[in-house]
């Protein structure tokens, strides 16, 4: 059974720093939140641009501020937080890590929640004070999530899915983007993206440029479609990388993404498929109905 937060509520800020596909993963916690309590003035508190640019897009959201990354961001974040003068710090799933439980700590926020975890409870600092809900294993995040909205007295839909919510704007930037490669704005084409962050955890997840050549190969033999092996502003080269290990050149593209999230999300869309790496263009896909086929590496 879920305690009830028991104070009155007016204004929430919820941190999102960890990473493009949590944020999404966020979405229908925050659109269910704002139903059922309309009068919440909810802010977002976003360590990217990328990872507040969902959240522009939401009317459920009133404010939306990007603190930036490394020191001087959490500073601005922890800055921003106060500053909030929030009746409640929401954190979201997944936080059994140090730096959340410092965040809430540091919020000056009357209430706080978060969830619990079993494992790491003394590394992750969650003996300090807060209002937590057990995540419970083998739940999909979108759930945990919402979980954390029994605290608060909301009934909770856990069939919502992820939406992100595109613009005539992202739409045509998109067709441009895809003319560069000679895709016409009526054409269908698969997506293949291999590559992942700068960091020791996010390199763990690629796969084998040899290995993605071979898997086009065999996609395109079945499907016969265009392939557009993408890369983002940390992956340069891994697109080009695979496409020059493929026997036929000609059946694959290696495209750049330029522009903000809502480009590459307007991409996604025209897409028939997304292949590839457990990433924020992956929740990306499906957030504007793209079916994802991700390869989940040891991490």
Not at 106 to 125: D, I, N, Q
Request: glycine residues 6%; aromatic residues 4%; charged residues 25%.
């Amino acid at each position: 059974i879920t305690r009830k937060i028991s104070h009155d509520i007016h204004r929430i800020a919820i941190p999102i720093v960890a990473g493009i596909g949590n944020a999404l993963l966020a979405i229908p916690m925050v659109r269910q939140l704002k139903r059922a309590k309309p009068n919440l003035q909810i802010t977002i508190l976003a360590r990217s641009d990328a990872m507040a640019e969902p959240f522009r897009r939401l009317t459920e959201v009133d404010r939306v501020i990007v603190c930036g990354s490394g020191l001087k961001g959490t500073l601005k974040l922890i800055s921003e937080a106060r500053k909030c003068r929030a009746d409640l710090y929401l954190i979201p799933f997944p936080s059994n890590r140090w730096e959340y439980n410092a965040l809430q700590i540091t919020s000056k926020a009357r209430g706080r929640l978060m969830h619990r975890f079993e494992v790491g409870r003394f590394r992750a600092m969650s003996f300090l004070p807060s209002h937590r809900v057990d995540a419970v294993r083998g739940l999909h995040d979108v759930v945990q999530n919402l979980r954390l909205l029994t605290a608060l007295d909301v009934q909770i839909d856990e069939t919502e899915s992820p939406e992100f919510v595109l613009r005539n704007e992202d739409r045509s930037d998109a067709n441009k983007l895809l003319a560069s490669i000679l895709i016409r704005s009526d054409e269908k084409f698969i997506v293949v993206h291999a590559g992942s962050a700068r960091t020791v955890l996010a390199e763990a997840k690629r796969w084998g440029s040899e290995n993605y050549a071979r898997l086009i190969e065999s996609v395109s033999a079945m499907i016969g479609s265009p392939i557009v092996v993408v890369e983002g502003p940390d992956e340069t080269g891994v697109a080009q990388k695979i496409v020059s290990k493929l026997n036929d050149r000609s059946i694959a593209h290696a495209l750049k993404l330029q522009g903000s999230l809502g480009t590459s999300a307007a991409l996604l869309e025209r897409a028939t498929l997304y292949i590839g790496t457990d990433s924020g263009l992956a929740h990306l896909s499906a957030a504007v109905g793209t079916r994802a086929v991700t390869l989940f590496a040891p991490t």
